[in-house]
């Protein structure tokens, strides 16, 4: 397939920690995913990798181990870093979840048992991770989309877009690093103060990223709809 033109697929890797792994039933192990992704990586193949890394039981340690897959993985395509799993009725998680919050019927995503998470830290940092989503998630969906939706693109035009999607994944890291850290350390106040700054500091920096993506579309003819995210209202 490389040989007939292959340069991009989407694999859904979904989580780098094994009990997710188990408890969503993907019939993977981590070993697997990082085999399959590494296999991308040698034939020089993008991969759009489908990433969740919060649900109900998720702790403090799995998002360490989140952070050091997603480090390990980071010549992969992720769209942001702020992910919950959708617990849709009818599915196995959904029934186990059921018991633990309310039913939500929303035309837009389905029906979907909404869910809170076990442990609080958790909550607070997904909360404080959501923020920051919202702050410039849209400018991760601009430069995705590039390489997710079919495009004719250049090989210097990809590897162009490719090199933002990969420095907006390591402003990512920083922030999640700091999230856990702050966590790890219950000090909340000094987390609210650190994610303030880092959304403030970075507001002129994402402004230009964001700039070059309108530009890049422009000159090459393309279009993008930005669309709401369901997920982090």
């Excluded at 040698?42 to 759009?48: A, C, G």
């Excluded at 029934?95 to 609080?120: A, L, M």
């Excluded at 090989?155 to 890291?173: A, G, S």
Aim: some cysteine; charged content about 30%.
């Amino acid at each position: 397939m490389k040989n007939c033109g292959l340069f991009s697929v989407s694999l859904g890797i979904e989580s780098g920690v094994e009990r997710q792994l188990k408890e969503w039933r993907k019939g993977i192990t981590l070993k697997q995913g990082l085999s399959a992704l590494n296999i991308c990586k040698k034939l020089n193949v993008i991969v759009q990798m489908g990433y969740i890394m919060l649900d109900r039981g998720t702790t403090i340690k799995e998002l360490r181990e989140h952070l050091n897959f997603l480090k390990k993985t980071k010549f992969t395509v992720t769209k942001g870093i702020y992910s919950c799993i959708f617990a849709a009725e009818g599915t196995d998680i959904a029934k186990t979840y059921k018991k633990h919050k309310k039913r939500i019927d929303d035309k837009k995503r389905g029906i979907n048992i909404e869910y809170s998470f076990k442990q609080e830290p958790v909550k607070i940092l997904a909360d404080n991770l959501k923020t920051w989503s919202k702050a410039y998630g849209g400018i991760y969906s601009m430069a995705v989309d590039l390489l997710s939706a079919p495009r004719a693109l250049s090989l210097k035009k990809r590897t162009e877009i490719l090199r933002i999607v990969q420095v907006l994944k390591l402003i990512d890291y920083e922030i999640i690093e700091g999230l856990i850290t702050f966590t790890e350390k219950n000090d909340y106040l000094s987390m609210k103060y650190f994610l303030s700054e880092k959304i403030k500091k970075k507001k002129v920096f994402m402004t230009d990223i964001k700039n070059k993506l309108i530009a890049f579309y422009d000159k090459n003819g393309l279009f993008f709809e930005e669309k709401e995210n369901l997920y982090i209202k």
